[in-house]
């Protein structure tokens, strides 16, 4: 894993954390140019057919894309696919399609 940068900022789990924690902020990539970027489902209705156009957009300005899902919106990502995620990709958007 790559070393984090940037101020600390304060994030919030809403998972039943029991302690806040404070993590550095990893400073985003100056250019998409060759890194993967991670689109990943939570599993909502439809959002797999945002990421379909989305991914498409991506790729057709040469980027390279690499898709995951949740297995339900309803629990948190498990570690395993968060883990994958920060293996293989620079960026990662998450979305949903309330």
């Known amino acids: 894993m790559k070393p984090l940068n940037g101020p600390a900022y304060h994030m919030l789990d809403p998972t039943a954390e029991l302690a806040a924690e404070r993590r550095a902020r990893?400073?985003?990539?100056?250019?998409?140019?060759?890194v993967t970027v991670g689109l990943m489902s939570i599993s909502k209705e439809r959002s797999r057919e945002f990421?379909?156009?989305?991914?498409?957009?991506?790729?057709?300005?040469?980027?390279?894309?690499?898709?995951?899902?949740?297995?339900?919106?309803?629990?948190?990502?498990?570690?395993?696919?968060?883990?994958?995620?920060?293996?293989?990709c620079a960026v990662v958007v998450i979305g949903l399609a309330d």
Do not use: C, I, W, Y
């Open 51 to 88: 990421f379909d156009t989305f991914e498409n957009r991506l790729v057709a300005r040469g980027l390279r894309t690499e898709r995951f899902e949740k297995p339900t919106h309803t629990k948190p990502a498990p570690e395993a696919l968060v883990q994958q995620m920060v293996e293989r």
């Open 26 to 34: 990893r400073a985003p990539p100056a250019s998409l140019e060759g």
